[in-house]
């Protein structure tokens, strides 16, 4: 199974935009981008996905370089309740499995 | 909004015990998984269930924990005898084979085996 690379830890001022990095540099031509967050004493939580494309969803965006080796997570205006952990996963089709890494844990400051 | 359902959601054994959780996922949700996850990582996939059948269970301690899933409906994992290393957070989590496959997690049960 393809890796993800991520910052372990982020800081944001509140509702400012927020940029997640993520590194797969093994991913191949039939893994989609996953992310997930999880809130403090939460399960994860699905934010969005994709293949190849810019995806957009009422969370957050999710903009995937051209070589799809790397992508980010933009949150557009960070509030207080987004402070989670944010995991990046790569996972094979749309039934292959979540491994999950140890994400990057975002702070928001007010 | 359909949820993922756990029980209980906080669990104090002494080791050698034998312990028990439920889930209920979302109605019409075909797939289930069962995750563990330590305290500061990533939830870990133990089994994975597609109606009533076992797809994957590769990473669970089969000498210790089961899981079934009878109706293909709720689920039940168990772990006989726990161990101190047990304590952890298991996490439900529910799918459907529609769209794309994004999973649903319950809040989970809290285990600490003392």
């Known amino acids: 199974d393809a890796k993800t690379t991520q910052p372990n830890s982020m800081e944001s001022n509140e509702e400012e935009p927020v940029h997640l990095p993520c590194n797969h540099s093994?991913?191949?031509?039939?893994?989609?981008i996953h992310w997930y967050r999880q809130l403090p004493s939460q399960g994860p939580e699905y934010v969005i996905h994709g293949l190849t494309s810019n995806v957009n969803n009422r969370m957050a965006s999710l903009a995937i370089a051209e070589d799809r080796k790397s992508s980010t997570l933009i949150l557009h205006r960070a509030t207080l309740r987004d402070a989670a952990v944010y995991y990046c996963?790569?996972?094979?089709?749309?039934?292959?499995?979540?491994?999950f890494g140890q994400g990057t844990t975002l702070q928001v400051k007010p | 909004e359909a949820e993922v359902a756990q029980s209980p959601r906080y669990k104090i054994t002494e080791k050698s015990q034998a312990v028990a959780f439920w889930c209920d996922p979302i109605?019409?949700?075909?797939?289930l998984y069962w995750y563990r996850q330590i305290l500061g990582q990533g939830p870990e996939l133990l089994v994975q269930f597609q109606d009533e059948s076992v797809v994957d269970d590769s990473q669970l301690p089969k000498d210790r924990f089961s899981a079934e899933r009878l109706k293909g409906v709720d689920s039940t994992l168990k772990i006989q005898p726990a161990e101190l290393g047990d304590s952890a957070m298991y996490l439900c989590a529910s799918s459907s084979i529609q769209g794309a496959g994004e999973q649903f997690f319950g809040p989970g049960t809290r285990l600490t085996v003392l």
């Open positions: 093994t991913i191949s031509g039939t893994d989609y």
């Open positions: 109605s019409g949700h075909a797939t």
């Open positions: 996963i790569l996972r094979r089709g749309n039934t292959g499995k979540l491994i």
